[in-house]
């Protein structure tokens, strides 16, 4: 197993989100606890020592059995994170009550590693609200050891990640991001990691197999792939993406079965990282697979100065691409709420001013009655 040194700590490289445990007969809040137990076995005797809960896992089961599995081990002989629950924001006035719950269910008296988790447009007014006293009792608890690191997920836009690392960067020790070869343009990944490293933040890194759509692809791209890397497997190039990325401190990957173990931790074996013939080919796969659903939307603004209603259709456009693209998901519909309704996709009148002057000839209207009938269901 890689192991890479934070702040003179042996950290393994792949890290097992607790997310997708195996559960019974297809019910998430129903853990299969042995099975589950078995897979940590598994991870600590091959070198996995970082684990990664949340409070809304598995319906709340999540941090129960991560605890009780890792329980029969030595403290010291492995790495637990946790998170705040804020994408639920009846939690905001909560953090000393939910904390010391965690602590409970984990059964620890401390977390290695602790996150403000989901960064997005919908939380970030919260997040940044002195009156919920988040920040302040999470340094309060780190000050007195119970969170050893502080760090923060996000799953908004640029310009939301910026405007929390503006308020808290100078105290984030890691930060947990949406990151694969598909994202790294397709959600502006790329970009998320430069700022990342003007502020020297670490990256982790979650969702590396894009909720398992990047392990297999067409099949002529799985051919371009095997002509670079005949032995490597399909689901290793992302993993060997992301070894190619220096900031890279921990991957998570939400493994559901033994399986899936297994191949990981043979692919952390060692480090591949790509060369450069290998990422343009990989990128370049990436961007096929975007361009055949994503609408070319380049953020010309030209359709927002000719549209009545005020929509920021480019945003729009980006969320609905995103939408289709992961074929739902929560991304969408959890940064809608921060959009007032009148600005909406549900509030488009479908005059196509927008359309006559889009470089792209982008059916804009059709694509927010889309929008807005797919938010709906």
Not at 228 to 254: D, H, K, M, N, Y
Request: glycine share 6%; proline share 5%; net charge negative.
């Amino acid at each position: 197993m890689i192991h890479k040194n934070f702040h003179g700590m042996k950290l393994s490289a792949l890290g097992m989100g607790a997310m997708r445990l195996p559960v019974v007969d297809g019910n998430d809040a129903h853990i299969d606890g042995k099975a589950a137990m078995a897979m940590v076995d598994y991870a600590m005797q091959h070198g996995i020592n970082y684990y990664d809960t949340a409070w809304g896992y598995h319906d709340g089961s999540s941090e129960l059995v991560i605890g009780k599995a890792l329980g029969r081990y030595q403290r010291d002989s492995y790495f637990l994170a946790d998170k705040f629950p804020g994408y639920d924001l009846s939690n905001m006035d909560k953090v000393e009550l939910i904390f010391e719950r965690q602590l409970e269910k984990c059964g620890v008296s401390y977390f290695d590693f602790y996150l403000f988790h989901n960064v997005c447009e919908m939380n970030i007014d919260a997040y940044l609200n002195p009156k919920y006293g988040i920040f302040d009792y999470l340094t309060k608890q780190k000050k007195a050891g119970r969170i050893r690191h502080l760090g923060f997920s996000v799953h908004g836009s640029y310009d939301v990640m910026q405007r929390f690392l503006e308020a808290y960067g100078r105290d984030m020790e890691f930060c947990q991001v949406q990151l694969n070869y598909l994202d790294w343009g397709f959600q502006a990944a790329k970009e998320k990691v430069e700022l990342l490293k003007e502020y020297n933040i670490p990256v982790w890194v979650m969702e590396p197999l894009r909720g398992g759509k990047l392990t297999s692809l067409a099949p002529a791209d799985e051919k371009a792939l095997k002509m670079l890397r005949p032995q490597e497997e399909i689901p290793a190039w992302a993993f060997r993406f992301l070894q190619s990325i220096p900031s890279v401190t921990v991957t998570l990957s939400g493994m559901s079965n033994m399986a899936q173990l297994e191949a990981n931790i043979r692919t952390y074996e060692e480090e591949k990282p790509l060369n450069q013939r290998e990422m343009e080919t990989l990128l370049a796969i990436a961007e096929g697979m975007v361009k055949k659903i994503a609408l070319p939307c380049t953020a010309c603004h030209y359709c927002v100065s000719h549209c009545p209603q005020g929509l920021d259709i480019p945003s729009l456009l980006t969320l609905y691409n995103e939408h289709c693209f992961t074929e739902g998901g929560f991304i969408a519909p959890m940064a809608m709420m921060a959009i007032p309704e009148n600005k909406r996709p549900s509030a488009c009148i479908g005059c196509r001013s927008c359309e006559a002057v889009c470089p792209q000839q982008i059916k804009i209207a059709k694509a927010m009655k889309d929008f807005a009938q797919k938010l709906t269901v």
